[in-house]
């Protein structure tokens, strides 16, 4: 990998990371909904002008059935989902519980797409769901039982990314990334603009909470996925992926500098279970060679 496609890796996942910090602030103002309605919407009209120039509007035309699923499920919904949660969980909290994608991903594929995972898979979820009973114990020791519901909610959220990226793979393979990605916030946006008028806040949301999810809609979603494209062409999808990884180090560490978020040991532990159990999971590491290291 060249040291311009490593750094556009950190600057990336430096914008996926904050995407948590800003639903942590922002939601409070908007609501979860409204919210995501609003970052949507900018985002389709960064996208879309590419999308005209790159000349992937008939794909978005000729597929827009299944690209409104992906819109639903792999935008709307856990964008909402992950809105609400991390205001009660923290940016950290919810960048550490969005690495669980790839393992639900990997689950769902099983379930959907008849893959097989094989003993490093089955063992890396297993690990991983160990890490999310980890991290999750830290809710039951303050003793708020009720704030498992955004646990519950992040994991949600998470599976519906998984269920999603069944779901392309199958009904859309071939098909241009740019028009699924530009495509998927424009039928977020439309989805979610009805429930977004029903349930717009009464009081103004303050110019701050603007310019946050102008920076969400604009950066952490339009330029992102630009970026993340570029990334797939020059060093192949497998590669790009792994900025799943990095996401989590800096949500985290914009939680703590920013939010005076608290990195709890067990946290750590949690996390590091998890970053292990989608490793295995996803074919990164394999039991063989963990055994033949350790041996």
Not at 161 to 174: F, N, V
Not at 281 to 294: D, K, P, V, Y
């Amino acid at each position: 990998m060249k040291w311009q496609d490593g750094l556009a890796l950190v600057v990336l996942a430096a914008m996926w990371g904050a995407s948590f910090l800003f639903m942590r602030t922002a939601t409070p103002e908007f609501g979860a909904i409204a919210l995501v309605a609003v970052r949507t919407g900018i985002a389709a009209m960064c996208l879309i002008p590419i999308m005209m120039m790159r000349r992937k509007w008939p794909d978005f035309v000729l597929y827009w059935r299944p690209i409104l699923f992906v819109g639903v499920v792999n935008t709307a919904i856990p964008f909402c989902l992950f809105s609400y949660a991390t205001v009660h969980l923290g940016a950290g909290f919810g960048a550490i519980l969005n690495a669980t994608a790839p393992m639900f991903g990997a689950l769902m594929a099983v379930v959907w797409l008849h893959d097989k995972l094989g003993i490093s898979g089955v063992l890396g979820l297993i690990v991983g769901f160990i890490g999310v009973v980890v991290v999750s114990s830290l809710r039951v020791d303050e003793g708020a039982i009720s704030g498992l519901l955004p646990i519950a909610a992040a994991l949600c959220a998470t599976t519906s990314y998984g269920i999603a990226a069944c779901y392309t793979k199958k009904r859309l393979a071939g098909v241009s990334t740019l028009a699924i990605a530009t495509g998927s916030q424009i039928m977020a946006a439309l989805v979610l603009a009805p429930l977004a008028a029903m349930t717009w806040p009464q009081t103004l949301p303050s110019a701050s909470a603007w310019t946050q999810v102008a920076v969400l809609g604009v950066a952490c979603t339009g330029l992102a996925y630009l970026l993340y494209f570029r990334l797939i062409e020059n060093v192949g999808a497998a590669k790009a992926m792994t900025v799943g990884y990095l996401v989590t180090v800096f949500g985290v560490l914009w939680g703590i500098l920013f939010l005076d978020e608290v990195l709890y040991p067990r946290l750590i532990v949690g996390a590091a279970l998890i970053i292990i159990g989608v490793s295995m999971t996803t074919g990164w590491l394999r039991w063989r060679r963990i055994a033949a290291r350790a041996s």
